[in-house]
């Protein structure tokens, strides 16, 4: 999916837990631990598209949805 939308894959940290939720999603919340995954730059041209094809795969349907998983901010 990421194949010539990606600028740039490095590897970042945050503080904050992971935790594995029943639909199989992970989840982060704030916390005193550390999150070690990888930061993703877009190619600017590239980011529409690739925002539309996450939101089909991951079931998001629009701000307010009430069959969404999960809200973005």
Do not use: C, K
């Not at 990606?6 to 939720?21: D, F, P, R």
């Not at 999603?25 to 930061?39: C, H, K, N, S, W």
């Not at 629009?62 to 998983?69: D, H, K, Q, S, T």
């Amino acid at each position: 999916m990421l194949e010539g939308v990606a600028q740039e894959i490095v590897t970042g940290e945050t503080h904050g837990e992971l935790y594995a939720l029943p639909e199989g999603y992970p989840a982060f919340l704030r916390g005193d631990g550390v999150v070690i995954g990888e930061l993703v730059t877009i190619r600017e041209s590239q980011a529409t598209a690739l925002l539309r094809q996450l939101d089909r795969f991951e079931g998001y349907f629009g701000r307010g949805i009430a069959v969404n998983l999960y809200n973005r901010h």
